[in-house]
């Protein structure tokens, strides 16, 4: 299970029975917050920082423990901050500042300096962001009252966003053959990636993959038809070409499970020694929180894995989408959002239908492919672009909607949507922002997770939606 640390500051000062108490109000907080965030993370308590050398220890510790994703700190009392320097220093996890309280009203009636030596975040966690901030190091405040639902709330955003930059810190991401030839936007610093959150991504050769498709058995291929014919409808004849897919799906399960790969890419340009560009297969792992980005786009491949991971355990889809076509009907703008095959099985409004069609472009047989309309209801539409001298997250709220008519001719899964807060600004800022063709929908995550996520990681953020006007238009010019 993962957990948080939590670290509460103090000083000593105030002599042992404060101290002690502290220590005492702490587990309290901690056993509490640890049953809020039950099933998701586990909460644990450090020594209180009274001096330099436990807040070192005490970060040291949460940096290599690999189970720890994130840390909370909270000053009972005043705590001189230049104790937190050097630990803070040694501080490699995601930073919580929680700005509260042990007590939730003043004790009007017999409120005393003891009191107010003991119960001092006012004071104490001033300090202490001053020193945040001077270091330059990211965080998150999150201010009120601990028992508060709404800072409950706040608390658990950052426990998934702290688990899903964990889990992009150890994200190994698999391409096979490059970026698809001329396109810019997939492209991106590999190296960059790395060092900001650390995916490490490396390319295979599709050669040895092919060599692991041809090795796998009928058997191999039965058990993965089982679990197709499980889950989805049959609607197709050609059953020779589903188990094609299942045959790649069963091979890039043994690749990903021996090269521990989190993601991949593949591009309909480089297919040699395949009879169909992967369809069924690619769909189906992305159910299993694989990511995935064609044409060889890496980036959109890591950040789809880590926000399917960000949104565990919630409700709704996330999943990687491409843009393709508007119905401009004014006043009732629509975007048709798709791909040539690979749309994630979690956006299904019905159970997906296995159907075979031609591709259109390409030079392989006809691949076995997933065909569903999408679900519904309040989203985002996020991407992550090079920008050469830093990244750029672009984040627009956005309302899935129901097709509407039936696209009988149309052999792919498809989800539809209105942007914000219309046509004409949405669709236009994220032209101006140069955000991708490529992206991640989701209906599980809001803009404030990846606000949060992005002010983590110290990725510029420009987000669109009911607040944007034309006039922010201009904005995304400049640096
Ligand atoms: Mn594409």
């Known amino acids: 299970m993962s957990k948080l640390y939590f670290i509460v500051g103090s000083q000593d000062l105030y002599g042992e029975d404060c101290l002690k108490q502290v220590r005492k109000d702490a587990e309290e907080m901690t056993a509490f917050l640890s049953e809020k965030l039950k099933g998701k993370v586990d909460v644990e308590l450090l020594p209180t920082v009274e001096t330099s050398q436990i807040c070192i220890d005490n970060c040291r510790n949460a940096s290599v423990d690999d189970d720890c994703v994130g840390v909370i700190t909270w000053m009972h009392t005043f705590s001189p901050a230049k104790m937190w320097i050097k630990g803070l220093q040694e501080l490699r996890k995601p930073l919580l500042h929680l ?70 810190k150890k994200l190994r991401v698999a391409t096979f053959g490059n970026n698809m030839r001329d396109v810019a936007v997939t492209d991106g610093d590999r190296v960059e990636t790395q060092i900001r959150y650390g995916w490490e991504t490396n390319y295979y050769a599709l050669g040895d993959l092919v060599k692991l498709i041809n090795g796998v058995t ?36 043994k690749f990903i499970e021996k090269k521990g790969i989190g993601a991949f890419t593949d591009t309909f340009q480089d297919l040699h020694g395949m009879k169909q560009l992967p369809g069924i297969a690619v769909q189906n792992l992305m159910t299993k929180g694989i990511g995935f980005g064609p044409e ?28 393709y076509t508007y119905d401009l009907t004014e006043g009732q703008e629509l975007e048709l959002a798709s791909h040539m095959l690979e749309v994630p099985p979690a956006f299904a409004a019905n159970k997906p239908a296995i159907e075979v069609h031609p591709l259109s472009i390409g030079d392989r047989e006809d691949p076995a492919r997933l065909v569903f309309d999408g679900v519904t209801g309040d989203g985002i539409q996020v991407t992550l672009v090079d920008m050469g001298d830093r990244f750029r997250i672009i984040c627009a709220d956005i309302e899935l909607v129901k097709q509407p008519a039936p696209m009988p001719k149309l052999p792919v899964a498809r989800i539809m949507y209105r942007h914000k807060p219309n046509f004409e600004i949405g669709t236009a800022a994220w032209c101006y922002a140069g955000g991708a063709h490529h992206s991640v929908v989701s209906t599980a995550l809001t803009r404030d997770d990846i606000a949060m996520f992005a002010r983590l990681t110290g990725t510029e953020l420009i987000t669109i939606g009911d607040d944007t006007t034309e006039a922010d238009l201009q904005k995304f010019f400049m640096k």
């Open 218 to 253: 009928d058997a191999e291929i039965d058990k993965k038809m089982d679990e197709y014919n499980s889950k989805y409808t049959m609607n197709t004849d050609n059953i020779e070409a589903v188990r094609e897919q299942a045959k790649y799906e069963a091979a890039l399960d």
């Open 296 to 323: 060889g786009d890496y980036k959109i491949s890591a950040f789809s894995a880590l926000l399917m991971k960000m949104s565990e355990g919630r409700e709704g889809a996330t999943g990687f989408i491409e843009d």
């Open 99 to 168: 700005h509260t309280q042990f007590n939730e009203k003043l004790p009007y009636d017999t409120i005393d300096m003891d009191f107010m030596n003991l119960n001092q975040a006012a004071h104490g966690d001033r300090e202490y962001g001053f020193i945040l901030a001077r270091m330059n190091i990211p965080h998150e405040v999150v201010a009120g009252f601990y028992k508060h639902d709404n800072v409950i709330k706040k608390i658990s955003r950052f426990a998934d966003v702290a688990k899903a930059i964990a889990f992009s």
